[in-house]
Nanobody
Framework: QVHLVESGGGLVQPRGSLRLSCAAS????????MDWYRQAPGKQRELVAT???????NYVDSVKGRFTISRDNAKNTVYLQMNNLKPEDTAVYYC?????????WGQGTQVTVSS
């Protein structure tokens, strides 16, 4: 069993920045890719960014150049640095691990971009 705990969300003005963290329990973190998803009110959950076990990254087009996903395997933590935030980035952000035993999700952290 893996537990994922997100933190770092909050209220920020447009063009501001936030860094989300997702800490994983257990000892398997380094073996698997990690994803950040988000879900805005009334919308489907959307894959935002992925980082492979060796650090390769992918982003949805709407965040390219603004968001950066990274990981620290020694700390069992994945990060999402979000810069130049826009109101349309407002959502609950979730991290996910797809392991050999299935998907694990965190509880989510709210990000609100508003003036």
């Amino acid at each position: 069993q893996v537990h994922l705990v997100e933190s770092g969300g909050g209220l920020v003005q447009p063009r501001g920045s936030l860094r989300l963290s997702c800490a994983a329990s257990g000892s398997i973190f380094s073996r698997y890719a990690m994803d950040w998803y988000r879900q805005a009110p009334g919308k489907q959950r959307e894959l935002v960014a992925t980082i492979g076990r060796y650090g390769s990254t992918n982003y949805v087009d709407s965040v390219k150049g603004r968001f950066t996903i990274s990981r620290d395997n020694a700390k069992n933590t994945v990060y999402l640095q979000m810069n130049n935030l826009k109101p349309e980035d407002t959502a609950v952000y979730y991290c996910k691990m797809l392991s050999a035993s299935g998907d694990y999700w965190g509880q989510g952290t709210q990000v609100t971009v508003s003036s």
